[in-house]
Each structure stands twice: as C-alpha cells, then as structure tokens.
C-alpha cells in the first residue's frame, strides 16, 4: 500500500524565526514537523511508501520522499528537524544556491495542494479528507484496506483548508477517527498503525 499525506499550513512564516521558540516564531512549524517525522520515520529506519507533501503558503511545496532522503543524517527529532527545514526553506525562499543541507533531498514542487489533488487522483489514487465531522473510519477500515494508493488530507493548526470551498467542492469522502479533536501527528501515527497493522 503507497500512503501519502498532504498537510498545509497558511500560517508558517519564518521571518523571525528563532530556535528558542519555534512554535512562537514560525506561525507553527512545529506541527509541519511533527507531522513530517510522524509519517515518514519507522522504528529504526524509514518507512517503506509512504510521503509526505507539506503545502505551505508563503513558501511552496514540499516532499518529502524516503526513498531520496539519507535515514543516517536526517535529523530524527523536532527541533533538528524544524532547524534544517528553516535552513532549507530560507535559502529556498531567496532562490539562493542550497548549501549542503542535510534535507536538501526534499523534492520542491510547483503543485498547489488542489493541482496535487488533481494529479493523484489521475492516477487512480484514493482520496480521504481528514475531519472530526466525517464518516467513522473505524466502520469503513476494511473497505479502505482494499485501495493499493490512498492520499489522506489534513489540516495542520486549524481546519481552515479542510473547511475551505476549494475542497469541499472536491466532494472528496471525509472521515473521522472520533469526536476528540487529535494533533495532525497522532492522526498521522493512528492511520499507519491501522493501515500498515505495524
Ligand atoms: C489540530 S487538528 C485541527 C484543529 C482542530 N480541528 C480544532 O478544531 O481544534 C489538525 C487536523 O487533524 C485532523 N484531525 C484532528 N482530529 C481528528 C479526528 N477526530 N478525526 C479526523 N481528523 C482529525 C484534521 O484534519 C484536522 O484539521
């Protein structure tokens, strides 16, 4: 089964960042981050297809893919992790010249989180809205089981995009793992436990 989530954030803004305070200082990095080594790292290696697509407004898109990422030298906790991916993302915004950085396997994509709905679902991939308010996912896990190519979408720090008109014109099927509302992370983590039975 190839799992990809996509996460997008309005609210990232690295202005004034500092490491100190990543929450405070980025518009939320923190929850990209955690979403990022949520999806993507296993126990003691990465995780086998599955991606992460991280949509963020002020800066573009984002991949990352194991399959091009170094499991050695990838930074494995929040805080490493949200400093490279500052690093990254301010060499990125000035289109200067990426000095070596241990992400500088991200892939950059020019796709909008709506163009990358269209692509996948051109190529035959299953698409899931995440949401407190959707159909129990727990009812229809079997029949979700059964999709070789699933892309679930999140929200990061609120629903905005996942309420958006843009999506819900989409009519994609929206599911809930309960009434609690959860960390995009731990929907993250819940979804792979149940759909990768690790
Ligand atoms: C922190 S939540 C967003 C804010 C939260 N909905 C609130 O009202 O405080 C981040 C994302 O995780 C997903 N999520 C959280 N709880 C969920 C649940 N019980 N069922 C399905 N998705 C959920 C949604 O995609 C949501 O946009």
Same mark, same amino acid.
């Given at each position: 089964?190839? #799992?990809?989530? @996509?996460?997008? /954030?309005? =609210?990232?803004?690295?202005?004034?960042? =500092?490491?100190?305070?990543? !929450?405070?200082?980025?518009?939320? $990095?923190?929850?990209?981050?955690?979403?990022?080594?949520?999806?993507?790292?296993?126990?003691? %290696?990465?995780? &086998?297809?599955?991606?992460?697509?991280?949509?963020?407004?002020?800066?573009? =898109?984002?991949?990352?893919? !194991?399959?091009?990422?170094?499991?050695?030298?990838?930074?494995?906790?929040?805080?490493?992790?949200?400093?490279?991916?500052?690093?990254?993302?301010?060499?990125?915004?000035?289109? *200067?010249?990426? !000095?070596?950085?241990?992400?500088?396997?991200? &892939?950059?994509?020019?796709? +909008?989180?709506?163009?990358?709905?269209?692509?996948?679902?051109? #190529?035959?991939?299953?698409?899931?809205?995440?949401?407190?308010?959707?159909?129990?996912?727990?009812?229809?896990?079997?029949?979700?089981?059964?999709? *070789?190519?699933?892309? @679930?979408?999140?929200?990061?720090?609120?629903?905005?995009?996942?309420? /958006?008109?843009?999506?819900?014109? $989409? &009519?994609?099927?929206?599911? /809930?793992?309960?009434?609690? %509302?959860?960390?995009? /992370?731990?929907?993250? +983590?819940?979804?792979?436990?149940?759909?990768?039975?690790?």
């Amino acid at each position: 089964m190839n #799992l990809i989530f @996509f996460i997008k /954030s309005t =609210t990232v803004n690295i202005d004034n960042y =500092t490491i100190k305070d990543i !929450p405070g200082s980025s518009g939320r $990095l923190d929850v990209i981050s955690r979403c990022v080594l949520s999806a993507i790292l296993g126990r003691d %290696s990465f995780e &086998k297809n599955i991606q992460i697509w991280v949509f963020l407004d002020r800066y573009g =898109t984002f991949i990352f893919n !194991p399959e091009f990422i170094d499991y050695e030298i990838f930074p494995k906790n929040e805080l490493l992790f949200s400093d490279y991916f500052v690093k990254f993302l301010q060499k990125h915004s000035v289109n *200067e010249e990426h !000095p070596p950085n241990i992400l500088n396997s991200i &892939k950059v994509s020019k796709m +909008r989180i709506i163009e990358a709905i269209m692509h996948f679902q051109t #190529l035959n991939y299953k698409l899931y809205v995440l949401c407190e308010q959707g159909k129990d996912f727990f009812k229809l896990l079997s029949g979700i089981k059964e999709n *070789e190519n699933i892309v @679930f979408i999140l929200g990061s720090q609120e629903d905005e995009y996942i309420d /958006s008109k843009e999506l819900l014109a $989409l &009519k994609i099927p929206v599911i /809930s793992i309960g009434n609690q %509302s959860y960390l995009a /992370s731990s929907v993250i +983590r819940l979804l792979k436990l149940h759909l990768l039975a690790l």
